[in-house]
Nanobody, 133 residues
Framework: QVQVAESGGGLVQAGGSLRLSCTAP????????MGWFRQASGKEREGIEG???????????RYADSVKDRFTISRDKDKNTMYLQMNNLVPEDTGMYYC???????????????????????WGRGTQVTVSS
């Protein structure tokens, strides 16, 4: 079964950096929008926050206000991999980060407004990011 898989999470001090990767082996991503979502530990009732997304074909991007100017999303078409470079991390960035993909879609605020994981064709298992103060 084709899946998306995240990696690159870890423990970092405030002000540090991490780069997350999302691979999609065997998946043809033309026409997809892909993105990163996060859920803070102990705040499951607050839901999932859309962090950033990218339109696979055109490279157009969007960011949540909370991460603008600190995070950069990108993709490598040859490697079928999406990245999230996270700089100047703060404790509020702590959480489980998920990769998601939706077919026949563009990166937009609607894409980032996740209501349910089932709204996306593919949703990864997540990678934990912990930022210590």
């Amino acid at each position: 079964q084709v899946q998306v898989a995240e990696s690159g999470g870890g423990l970092v001090q405030a002000g540090g950096s991490l780069r997350l990767s999302c691979t999609a082996p065997g998946l043809t991503l033309d026409g997809y929008a892909m993105g990163w979502f996060r859920q803070a530990s102990g705040k499951e009732r607050e839901g999932i926050e859309g962090v950033s997304c990218i339109t696979w074909n055109y490279g157009t991007t969007r960011y949540a206000d909370s991460v603008k100017d600190r995070f950069t999303i990108s993709r490598d078409k040859d490697k079928n991999t999406m990245y999230l470079q996270m700089n100047n991390l703060v404790p509020e960035d702590t959480g489980m980060y998920y990769c998601a993909a939706r077919a026949y879609d563009f990166c937009s605020q609607a894409f980032l407004n996740a209501v349910s994981r089932s709204d996306y064709n593919y949703w990864g298992r997540g990678t934990q990011v912990t930022v210590s103060s």
